[in-house]
């Protein structure tokens, strides 16, 4: 966990008139701060600045730890407020605290069940889960979200279920994920979205604690591919309209049947 620094210098005046420039080994690139291009620039820098600091760590849900920046959470907060699903698959349940986020959702709707799968579930994670107030709404599918067992338990779980959304939050590789895209897309109903997160390891590979090798294999490439391939699916970029997002281009919406393209 980061320590908290100091927050925000009362002697950094910033008015209509500042620049904002970054030196770079690539070479200097610079705006007027309170232009589109500054917003970008200084938008990608914090996301930079979150991945170097882990600013995803260290929070819970109702008790339950989650890895999420807090601009996603609102996010998958808004989405299941709307799509008001039956049946939330997530694989990647981690120490079950998006799983929790998910289920308190449901439990304010009055229905609804989160699957949460995850190749290795810790005996603790699952203890925690499982005396949670929310437990009635968790199923725990343990296994490889891609092997095909695991996706066929789901396919069962989710069976008959009106609304199914799906998030991918497990293994980041392009090739891991586009196969679960491919597993899992068709559980997700008409309206419904399919969620692959943190492809924002394209735009962070280079920070000093990354892996370099995030620039050559991650989610991002995997939605690219899954969209050519699925015009069934449309991108819904308000999600990630608070710009420090784990999931650039994440958010994929299940057209209605006969629906052309979504006009955002
Ligand atoms: C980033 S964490 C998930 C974070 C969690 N969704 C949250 O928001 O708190 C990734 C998880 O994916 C799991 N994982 C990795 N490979 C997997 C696979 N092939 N199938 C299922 N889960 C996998 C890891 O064990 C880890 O718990």
Redesign the pocket.
């Known amino acids: 966990m980061t320590s908290i620094p100091t927050l925000y210098d009362t002697t950094l005046a910033a008015g209509p008139g500042a620049r904002v420039l970054v030196e770079t080994e690539a070479g200097v690139r610079q705006a007027d701060l309170y232009s589109p291009d500054g917003l970008a620039l200084v938008a990608g820098l914090w996301l930079k600045l979150s991945a170097e600091y882990g600013l995803m760590y260290g929070g819970s849900w109702l008790g339950v730890?989650?890895?999420?920046l807090p601009g996603d959470i609102v996010a998958m907060q808004e989405l299941l407020w709307k799509t008001r699903p039956d049946v939330v698959v997530?694989?990647?349940?981690?120490?079950?605290?998006?799983?929790v986020?998910y289920a308190s959702i449901l439990e304010l709707l009055g229905k609804g069940v989160v699957i949460g799968?995850?190749?290795?579930v810790r005996r603790h994670n699952r203890a925690a889960v499982e005396s949670h107030p929310l437990s009635k709404r968790i199923r725990i599918v343990e296994?490889?979200?891609?092997?095909p067992r695991?996706v066929s338990a789901v396919g069962k779980a989710a069976e008959g279920a009106a609304s199914v959304l799906v998030?991918l939050?497990?293994?980041?590789d392009r090739e891991?994920v586009l196969a679960e895209m491919e597993a899992y897309h068709g559980l997700v109903t008409p309206d419904s979205y399919l969620v692959a997160?943190?492809g924002a390891q394209a735009h962070v590979w280079d920070v000093p604690r990354a892996k370099p090798g995030w620039r050559d294999s991650n989610p991002l490439q995997a939605i690219e591919a899954f969209l050519a391939a699925h015009p069934e699916f449309d991108e819904d970029p308000r999600y990630h309209r608070g710009l420090v997002t784990s999931s650039p281009r994440g958010f994929l919406r299940r057209k209605r049947q006969g629906e052309a393209s979504w006009n955002w």
């Open positions: 730890p989650i890895i999420q997530e694989c990647g349940f981690a120490h079950g605290g998006s799983a986020l799968v995850d190749v290795e296994g490889s979200s891609i092997d695991t998030v939050d497990s293994n980041h891991h997160m943190d």
